[in-house]
């Protein structure tokens, strides 16, 4: 076997010389020409008959050459330098069909790329399809939570699930002490979480559940990168004592590296959720304390089934419920995947849809390049074929060309997508899950360039596998009637398709200037926030905590250029804020509003300088004032919209809540405040009630807590300064500053991004239309020369015959333009929920979408068609 | 004298390598022998001789030299390799199973097989 195989090599390398085949032939015809002339012949007949019994010596040739292994790498060396002759001769086709599949799978790769985390990829659990995430949802709070007095009976009633595991809403701050004390973000789960999602620990072990008890031993686990990160990765950590908010606590575990909680959130610490079924039924007013809840489907148990299954369960809860929110509060499941994606789902089906319109157009334009190179080559073809080469050949031939153009477009294809991704990655929000962790999928690269290497292979063999007609040899147009027609119905696709991308693209980027351009109601250009962490373990009472704000307001008043300085739980327009239901106020003398009714109303606690540092006009009564803030009196200032809705057509200065309302118990209304954007940039604001926060223990209550600074100083001037003063009272307070106008942007980052995005790939659809437009107009000019030389010669003007070529390219533009449009009109409604105060019918986008691609359109026709007016018709009937 | 017969796809190999089992050939000595031995039944076309010695050199089953002929003439012999007695061997293994089974399907029992 080796032997055969280095014998194979050999031939491979030292090809035979052809002198001796020749000499051996030689020998073998002249012994037959001797047996003949021995038989009796004449030598010149003896030498015929001899030549006729061998037959074709080439052919003999041919076929010994063809014994030889590897003798059909010669033949595609050849091929491939015949296909880069005829790429050279033909520039204008080879660039555009090296842009087109360069574009077309670029940015299908990288679309993919990003789309396949968010819309296919796996979730890092075991079997995650059948986790799910359930709990109660309600106005105020859209992702399922549950109560802990609930809990406790939906552990021991429920049916649907092998198993259910509570995690703390959210993570919360905790003081690590060791040498040096550091702040970290610590969250809580039962010990049956881990074994949940099918998750070991990396170091250690999994709580235990006696750990997981009130009052049990004192654990803790730790993240894969505080191990790594803070203990620099010991091996001896587990068991090791650290101090936490002043209590040792005992290191279990250490997480696995790519561990993530199934919320997305950031936690470096732990600790057993620790569920006491007695407290449970006595905090937060006898509902206990709400928690996010997880749950394993039992095989074969569907979401729907588990729903039902556990809507007897709810009813039952229901009654507990007050009535105000009885009507408001249902029942959710729904699968881990769904809970992560949230709106992101919408946006990743847009996008890849959008992606596979312009690989639509990518392929239409591929095939119809290659298609009129086919028409183009019938005559070499015909050539070909007629001095013997076979069709096998031919299409050996033809598919050689088309896989070097196309592995030539999907390497530039990949090189584009790569660049794309880089830029997606830089320019995506926030919000976008794991579109950081994006980056270029080769299998999702190999697939795109397959695809429009197929259109290329399948219409490139096409035209060679037509019988070469023996008329195309002396035809002058040998572009057939049934190209031209397919060719046409192209071109007419690709602007349809155009027409649609674009018209939803237009619609988001004229969304995304309406909210930009949108009045907030405030001015946020010069404010600055200003965040501080304040270390529970020495700022443990209000009094304390209210006594830092104070003297850090203070001191920062004294800034040079210093306008304003407020102290505010939370800032329009997004983020966290606190909020209530309009029927919790009740005014005094009124009848209550209706429990449930009225939706909700958001509530900020600030000081009185809060209106001056935001610039929010006070239309009637007054602002607060400094000297309220040492008085007994809530005073409280309303929204227009909340005035408006209280108290119709009434001063609602000097009114009062009473004192057994659920919200603003006692306060009194002092004025009312313009409007302000407060539900995010696009949402329908709420109504809003301003309550000042006095200079009483009792109001500093709390986590959330900022100042605002407005300040004529730039911020990059007034940063270093808020620092220097923040560190002078309290040294170890970590702080976080951000222009107001920074956070603003990055609620804008979203409409941005998906504007940004689809217009990407909408223009990149366009240059692919027009490119095929263009490709065909003008292919179609050179094939009519002839005909335009004859109608010349006959008297026609330059203008008869712009008009010609002209308009057939106008027919195909308005006919796709009609489809295009119609089919905008009917795709539109899937982007209603993007859109912000833009009709899906606005009429300016499905005006101006169409007049812009004609316009281009008509350049890209009139071009060639110019150029056919310029024919000589000397020169084109002599070319016969 | 009666029709040539269509050689058997594969049957040409082994004819080749029987003939020059017994000695070093050259191509037409070849075609003339084989023509000889089936009494002019079997007429090698050279159109397929030559492919077909060429397929075994590369195949390794014979190797070639050149030699003068008693005409003191140049001719490129032909020898079987090692490798290629060996085929040879399972070449006439097969051949006999094939006709053996050939010949008991059409209900003829031969004495010898060919």
Redesign the interface.
């Known amino acids: 076997m080796i032997s055969e195989l280095l014998t194979r090599l050999r031939f491979l390398i030292l090809r035979k010389r052809h002198r001796e085949f020749d000499d051996e032939i030689e020998f073998h015809l002249n012994e037959a020409i001797k047996s003949k002339i021995e038989d009796g012949l004449e030598p010149v007949e003896a030498r015929r008959q001899a030549l006729i019994e061998f037959g074709g010596i080439e052919l003999t040739r041919e076929q010994c050459e063809r014994q030889r292994p590897g003798w059909w790498i010669g033949t595609v060396i050849q091929d491939v330098r015949y296909a880069f002759r005829g790429f050279g001769r033909n520039p204008l086709f080879t660039i555009s069909v090296l842009i087109t599949l360069a574009l077309g799978i670029g940015s299908t790769t990288a679309v993919f790329s990003v789309v396949d985390l968010i819309l296919f990829r796996p979730l890092p659990y075991a079997e995650p399809s059948r986790i799910v995430s359930l709990g109660f949802v309600h106005p105020l709070e859209r992702q399922e939570f549950v109560m802990g007095r609930f809990y406790e009976e939906w552990q021991t009633y429920q049916t649907p699930f092998s198993a259910l595991a509570a995690q703390s809403t959210g993570v919360h701050h905790c003081d690590l002490i060791e040498n040096e004390p550091t702040q970290r973000s610590c969250i809580s789960f039962q010990s049956t979480f881990l074994p949940l999602f099918g998750i070991s620990p990396a170091l250690g072990r999994n709580f235990l559940p006696e750990e997981d008890r009130a009052n049990g031993p004192r654990v803790m686990m730790v993240s894969y990168g505080l191990w790594r990160g803070h203990y620099d990765a010991d091996p001896h950590i587990l068991n090791r004592m650290i101090d936490v908010d002043g209590n040792p606590v005992r290191i279990v575990g250490v997480l696995p590296k790519d561990f993530e909680f199934p919320t997305l959130e950031a936690a470096d610490v732990v600790f057993p959720l620790a569920l006491n079924p007695a407290v449970q039924q006595t905090v937060n007013g006898g509902f206990g304390e709400s928690m996010r809840l997880f749950a394993r489907l039992k095989p074969g148990v569907s979401v729907a089934q588990a729903f039902a299954q556990m809507q007897p369960l709810f009813n039952g809860d229901l009654k507990w419920f007050p009535p105000s929110a009885k009507s408001e509060t249902r029942l959710s499941i729904r699968t881990l995947r769904d809970r992560q994606m949230q709106e992101s789902r919408l946006v990743a089906w847009v996008l890849f849809c959008f992606v596979l319109a312009v690989l639509l157009i990518a392929c239409a334009n591929v095939s119809g390049l290659m298609m009129a190179r086919g028409a183009g080559r019938q005559r070499e073809l015909a050539v070909r074929s007629a001095i013997g080469a076979s069709r096998g050949r031919l299409t050996r031939q033809a598919l050689t060309e088309t896989l070097v153009l196309s592995s030539a477009g999907g390497l530039a294809g990949l090189a584009v997508a790569q660049a794309l991704v880089l830029v997606f990655v830089h320019l995506a929000p926030a919000g976008i899950p794991f579109i950081s962790k994006a980056h270029l999928d080769l299998r999702i690269g190999v697939f795109a360039a397959l695809i429009s290497c197929l259109c290329a292979v399948i219409v490139g063999i096409a035209t060679a596998l037509q019988k070469p007609k023996l008329a195309a040899l002396n035809a002058k147009t040998s572009m057939s009637r049934h190209h031209a027609f397919s060719r046409r119905v192209l071109v007419t696709t690709q602007i349809a398709v155009s027409i649609v991308l674009l018209s939803g693209a237009a619609l988001l980027i004229r969304s995304f200037m309406k909210i930009e351009e949108q009045n907030l109601g405030m001015r946020t250009d010069r404010a600055l926030t200003v965040e501080v962490t304040v270390p529970q373990l020495r700022y443990n009472t209000n009094q304390k905590v209210m006594d830092l704000y104070l003297r850090l307001e203070s001191s920062l008043r004294r800034l040079p250029g210093t306008r304003a300085v407020a102290v505010t739980d939370s800032t329009p327009p997004g983020g966290w804020q606190d909020g209530f239901r309009f029927s919790d106020l009740h005014v005094e003398g009124k009848p209550p509003t209706p429990a449930g009714t009225g939706g909700t109303v958001v509530g900020r606690f600030v000081t009185p300088d809060y209106f001056r540092a935001l610039n929010i006009q006070i239309f009637r009564g007054r602002n607060f004032a400094d000297q309220d803030r040492t008085q007994q009196q809530r005073e409280v200032i309303l929204s227009r919209s909340l005035a408006e809705r209280l108290f119709p057509g009434e001063d609602p200065v000097g009114k009062r809540f009473l004192d057994t309302a659920v919200s603003g118990a006692g306060a009194v209304v002092i004025g009312v405040a313009d409007n302000v954007k407060n539900s995010g940039l696009t949402e329908e604001s709420n109504p809003e009630m301003y309550t000042l926060r006095r200079s009483v223990s009792g109001d500093w209550s709390g986590d959330h807590l900022m100042l605002i600074v407005d300040s004529a100083m730039p911020t990059a001037m007034l940063q270093p300064w808020v620092r220097s003063e923040v560190s002078a009272i309290d040294r170890t307070i970590p702080l976080r500053m951000e222009p107001l106008n920074a956070s603003l942007r990055r609620l804008a980052d979203r409409p941005r991004f998906e504007a940004t995005l689809l217009g990407f790939f909408a223009l990149t659809g366009l240059v692919l239309s027009i490119v095929g437009l263009y490709g065909l107009i003008a292919y179609m000019t050179a094939q009519r020369a002839q005909e335009i030389g004859l109608r010349m010669a006959l008297g026609a003007t330059q203008s008869n015959i712009l008009r010609l070529i002209a308009n057939d390219g106008l027919r195909m533009v308005l006919v796709g333009s009609a489809v295009g449009l119609g089919i905008a009109l009917v795709t539109s409604h899937v982007l209603k929920t993007m859109l912000f105060q833009v009709s899906i019918y606005d009429p300016l986008t499905y005006i101006l979408i169409p007049l812009l691609l004609s316009s281009v359109a008509l350049v890209a026709i009139l071009i060639p068609a110019h150029a056919a007016t310029r024919v000589d018709p000397a020169i084109t009937l002599r070319a016969e | 004298m009666p029709p040539s017969i269509d050689l058997l796809q594969g049957t040409l190999d082994l004819l080749i390598l029987q003939t020059l089992a017994l000695e070093p050939m050259?191509?037409?000595g070849m075609a003339q022998r084989i023509q000889q031995l089936s009494k002019d039944v079997l007429q090698i076309?050279?159109?397929s001789l030559?492919?077909a010695l060429?397929?075994l050199e590369?195949?390794?089953w014979i190797e070639s030299e050149w030699h003068t002929t008693e005409n003191n003439?140049?001719?490129?012999y032909y020898r079987l390799t090692q490798?290629g007695k060996t085929q040879l061997v399972t070449e006439l293994a097969t051949w006999d199973r094939l006709s053996l089974a050939i010949a008991s399907v059409l209900g003829r029992v031969t004495e010898t097989s060919s």
């Open positions: 050259h191509g037409w076309g050279q159109g030559y492919p060429h397929r590369y195949k390794g003439r140049r001719a490129k490798t």
